[in-house]
Each structure stands twice: as structure tokens, then as C-alpha cells.
Nanobody
Framework: QVQLVESGGGLVQPGGSLGLSCVSS????????IGWFPQAPGKEREGISC????????YYADSVKGRFTISRDNAKNTAYLQMNSLKPEDTAVYYC???????????????WGQGTQVTVSS
């Protein structure tokens, strides 16, 4: 059973940066693609970035391209999302998810973390 735990959220001013981590338990982390799915109040979760199991492919939604960077360290069972130039509209609970397919769609992901709150406000 894969369990995911996110950390690194918090309150940051517009233009600031945050780095999120997603740590996985279990021996099969390097089998899974990892996605990040923020959910803003009153909105559905949206796939903004994902990375393939081998780190060879990445995807970014237009809304975060050039500002966010996804990465992973399979030796540490950890995926990361570095968020720069944050905007108030980035405010959301950020969930990481693991799945067998490299995809931006949440239906392709089987395992989810509990989420970490990111608030961008002055």
C-alpha cells in the first residue's frame, strides 16, 4: 500500500516561493508517475504538473509554466514541487498523487496524500 504525505505548505506573500515535498512509503515509488493537484475553495482539483516514473517526462499547465518546477528523487521516495513567483490565485490545498500512468488527469491516479495548504496573500 502506497501512502503519500505532503509538506511544505504555508502562507507566503505574492511573488514569494514555496517548496512542497511528497514523501511515499513502500518500496515501489519508482514505479509510479507523480502528479500535483491543487484544489481551491469551491473548485475542482486540477492537474498542474506531473512527472513520469523515470523522471524523463514532465508536464506543466499553462497557468504554472515557467514558475513551478516538478522533480523527484527515487532514492528518497520523494517528489517535489518548487513554486516561484506565487500569485494569490495559486492559493489552494495541494495534493500529490501516485499512479501507473503519466497523466494530468486525476482519474489516472490511485494513491493520494492528505494535502497541504498554500496561501498566497499580502
Amino acid at each position: 500500500q502506497v501512502q503519500l504525505v505532503e509538506s511544505g505548505g504555508g502562507l507566503v506573500q505574492p511573488g514569494g516561493s514555496l517548496g512542497l515535498s511528497c514523501v511515499s512509503s513502500g518500496p515501489t515509488f519508482d514505479y509510479y508517475s507523480i502528479g500535483w493537484f491543487p484544489q481551491a475553495p469551491g473548485k475542482e482539483r486540477e492537474g498542474i504538473s506531473c512527472i513520469s516514473s523515470s523522471d524523463s517526462n514532465t508536464y506543466y499547465a499553462d497557468s504554472v509554466k515557467g514558475r513551478f518546477t516538478i522533480s523527484r528523487d527515487n532514492a528518497k521516495n520523494t517528489a517535489y514541487l518548487q513554486m516561484n513567483s506565487l500569485k494569490p490565485e495559486d492559493t489552494a490545498v495541494y495534493y500529490c498523487a501516485a499512479g501507473p500512468v503519466f497523466s494530468r488527469y486525476e482519474s489516472h491516479y490511485d494513491h493520494w496524500g492528505q494535502g497541504t495548504q498554500v496561501t498566497v496573500s499580502s
